[in-house]
């Protein structure tokens, strides 16, 4: 396994961490994703660390804590072997401080993940969502008290626009306080946005992406094909509403160029797309989740090789698309942009 420094941090984080959105299956939306139970979590966690990867993601949102319970029963007596990332910042009580990341809500979130994980400290501690409301000093000054405590030990984002975490950046670094070492964001071959305005942030400001629903919100598992419907087993039947919104003909572009480089290479559709996305500028982590072990397996099988330049190449072109302006603009630009990021 890879590993790969997070960020401004001293933290090496293996390429390929395990997300945990599927343990407990506590409502509908997260049935969709997966149920697994304490027994078949243990055997997908201890079925990482053989493989190297020692990075479990939850949130404490994850099944209403349900995930965050399971998984610490899965790593009981396993702690000084694994990273546990975790978030807060949307709502786990009811009344109007139930939410956000205020410092009434995070010191609370914060320790009942504690409570719930049966550890002392959460090495990645993410912000799930950018809060509009509380001043962004209160959030970083209630952050790095977390982590002068000993409670966290790393704090990132999630989900942030470039000018909520520039501006969190520069706060952090006006007071001295912990600044954000990573950013989870959603990028894969079928959304690939993350490129236009927060690689090039991460990148100057050595801002690590930890990357979530690699595979485009289950469109690229290499069982959805032109022509034909949904396989019976999709979370796609319950969950395409709230992910983003991906035109079929574009979906089938990419398909095919995915079709065509995994029979050149022998590997997988998943596998193919999850490799890209380890090629990628700023990406030090890509979450993988699966529903049992056959699924996890193979997208162990992502990482410890790399696409060829050709291959890359063919799958940039089928997957790329006219950016939002400013971002079509500069793209008329080439020699005033960082041609690694888009």
Sequence with gaps: MEYRQFGSSGLLVPVLSFGTGTFGGGNEFFKAWGSSDVAEATRLVDICLDAGVNL???????????????????IAGK?????????????????????????????????????????????????????????IEETLRTLDTL????????????????????QSLM?????????????QVYYSLVGREYEWELMPLGSQHQVAAMVWSPLGWGRLTGKLRRGQPLPAL???HQTADYGPPVSDEYLYKV???????????????????????LQRPTVANVIIGARNEQQLRDNLGAAGWALSAEHLGKLDLASDVTPIYPYWHQRGQPARKPVETY
Aim: with cysteine; charged share 20%.
């Design 56 to 74: 479990f993601d939850t949130a404490d949102i994850y099944s209403k804590g349900i995930s965050e319970e399971i998984l610490g029963q899965a």
């Design 79 to 135: 702690r000084n072997r694994v990273l546990i990332s975790s978030k807060a910042t949307f709502r786990m009580e009811d009344g109007p401080n139930g939410i956000g990341s205020s410092r009434h809500h995070l010191v609370r979130a914060c320790e009942a993940s504690l409570r719930r994980l049966g550890v002392e400290t959460i090495d990645i501690y993410h912000m799930h969502g950018f809060d509009t409301v509380t001043p």
């Design 147 to 166: 982590v002068e405590s000993g409670k966290v030990r790393y704090i990132a984002c999630s989900n942030f626009s470039g000018w909520a975490l520039m």
């Design 171 to 183: 706060t952090s670094q006006r007071y001295g306080w912990a600044r954000y070492a990573g950013h």
């Design 234 to 236: 999709s979370r796609l």
């Design 255 to 277: 398909v095919d160029a995915l079709d065509e480089v995994a029979a050149e290479t022998g590997k997988t559709v998943p596998q193919v797309a999850l490799n890209w996305l």
